[in-house]
C-alpha cells in the first residue's frame, strides 16, 4: 500500500513540474506574430495575431510580399491584436518576413509567410492497388480465388481428420 501511495505522489509531483516547466514556453509565443495560414496562395487571405502589443493595436507591414500596410485592432481573444491582408497575386514563391509595430511602446513583432503556387490544401487521394506482391483475398480472376478456398478447405480438412485420428490412438 506504501508502495502505491508513493508511486501515485511520484507521479503527481512529475506532472506538476511538467505543467510548471510548460508555462515559461507558452509566455514566449506572446512576443510573437502568428500568420495564418502560414503557407498562402497568391490571391489569398492571410490573417496575423499577435499578445505583444498590450494596447492592442498595431501597425503591419507585408511589403515584404508585395502587400503593403495593414492596421491591426483589438481582438476579443485575450488583449490579441488582430489584422488582414491579402497576398497579391503577382507574388512569388518564396519565404516574407510579416511585422508588426506596436502603437504603445514601438515593439516590433515578426512572423513568417510563406508563398507556394499551388494550394496546399487540396488532398491528393490515392488510386490503384499497392503491389506489395501478396494478392488481394479477391482478386480479378475468380478461378483462383476459388482453387485457393478449395486448398484451405483441404488442408482444414486433413488437419481434422489427423486430430481426429491421434486422438483415437490409432497413430499418424
Same mark, same amino acid.
Given at each position: 500500500?506504501?508502495? /502505491? %501511495?508513493?508511486?501515485?505522489? $511520484?507521479? #503527481?509531483?512529475?506532472? @506538476?513540474? *511538467?505543467?510548471?516547466?510548460?508555462?515559461?514556453?507558452? +509566455?514566449?509565443?506572446?512576443?510573437?506574430?502568428?500568420?495564418?495560414?502560414?503557407?498562402?496562395?497568391?490571391?489569398?487571405?492571410?490573417?496575423?495575431? /499577435? %499578445?505583444?502589443?498590450?494596447? $492592442?493595436? #498595431?501597425?503591419?507591414? @507585408?511589403? *515584404?510580399?508585395?502587400?503593403?500596410?495593414?492596421?491591426? +485592432?483589438?481582438?476579443?481573444?485575450?488583449?490579441?491584436?488582430?489584422?488582414?491582408?491579402?497576398?497579391?497575386?503577382?507574388?512569388?514563391?518564396?519565404?516574407?518576413?510579416?511585422?508588426?509595430?506596436?502603437?504603445?511602446?514601438?515593439?516590433?513583432?515578426?512572423?513568417?509567410?510563406?508563398?507556394?503556387?499551388?494550394?496546399?490544401?487540396?488532398?491528393?487521394?490515392?488510386?490503384?492497388?499497392?503491389?506489395?506482391?501478396?494478392?488481394?483475398?479477391?482478386?480479378?480472376?475468380?478461378?483462383?480465388?476459388?482453387?485457393?478456398?478449395?486448398?484451405?478447405?483441404?488442408?482444414?480438412?486433413?488437419?481434422?481428420?489427423?486430430?481426429?485420428?491421434?486422438?483415437?490412438?490409432?497413430?499418424?
Amino acid at each position: 500500500m506504501r508502495r /502505491t %501511495a508513493r508511486l501515485l505522489t $511520484g507521479s #503527481a509531483l512529475a506532472v @506538476a513540474v *511538467a505543467g510548471l516547466v510548460s508555462v515559461p514556453a507558452y +509566455a514566449a509565443d506572446a512576443g510573437s506574430l502568428e500568420v495564418y495560414p502560414s503557407s498562402a496562395v497568391p490571391g489569398g487571405q492571410v490573417t496575423v495575431n /499577435t %499578445a505583444a502589443c498590450a494596447e $492592442g493595436t #498595431a501597425a503591419g507591414d @507585408a511589403s *515584404a510580399v508585395g502587400a503593403g500596410a495593414f492596421t491591426l +485592432a483589438p481582438s476579443t481573444h485575450e488583449q490579441d491584436a488582430i489584422g488582414q491582408f491579402r497576398v497579391p497575386s503577382s507574388a512569388q514563391p518564396g519565404t516574407y518576413e510579416i511585422t508588426a509595430t506596436c502603437a504603445e511602446g514601438g515593439r516590433k513583432v515578426t512572423g513568417d509567410l510563406v508563398v507556394t503556387l499551388a494550394s496546399q490544401r487540396q488532398q491528393v487521394h490515392p488510386r490503384g492497388s499497392v503491389k506489395t506482391g501478396v494478392g488481394g483475398a479477391l482478386g480479378p480472376d475468380p478461378v483462383q480465388t476459388a482453387a485457393g478456398v478449395a486448398a484451405l478447405a483441404v488442408a482444414a480438412a486433413g488437419g481434422t481428420w489427423l486430430l481426429h485420428r491421434r486422438a483415437r490412438g490409432d497413430g499418424i
